[in-house]
């Protein structure tokens, strides 16, 4: 314990600068799977249509919501550039 509060003014901002590190790693991956969900919904959504499982109007409806939601993303990465 004292150890720990001798070195803390070294290690101290290490560990910050690490856990920032940590935290940025854990928001890419949740944009690059949320990206890799939405390919994978507008994929099985154009699956669903092809085998005659929904009309032309609702797949133009949802083919909309998800390209919408990719378009949202991608501006987002953008901005946070």
């Given at each position: 314990?004292?150890?720990?509060l001798?070195?803390?003014?070294?290690?101290?901002p290490?560990?910050?600068?690490?856990?920032?590190?940590?935290?940025?790693?854990?928001r890419a991956?949740?944009?690059?799977?949320?990206?890799?969900?939405?390919?994978?919904?507008?994929?099985?959504?154009?699956l669903?249509?092809?085998?005659?499982?929904?009309s032309?109007?609702?797949?133009?409806?949802?083919?909309?919501?998800?390209?919408?939601?990719?378009?949202?993303?991608?501006?987002?990465?953008?901005?946070?550039?």
């Open positions: 314990m004292i150890l720990r001798l070195t803390l003014p070294i290690t101290g290490l560990e910050g600068i690490l856990w920032i590190g940590e935290q940025l790693l854990e991956n949740a944009e690059i799977d949320e990206k890799e969900n939405l390919k994978k919904r507008l994929l099985a959504l154009q669903a249509f092809d085998m005659g499982e929904i032309e109007e609702e797949f133009e409806i949802q083919e909309e919501e998800i390209l919408r939601a990719i378009q949202e993303q991608e501006e987002q990465l953008k901005n946070q550039e």
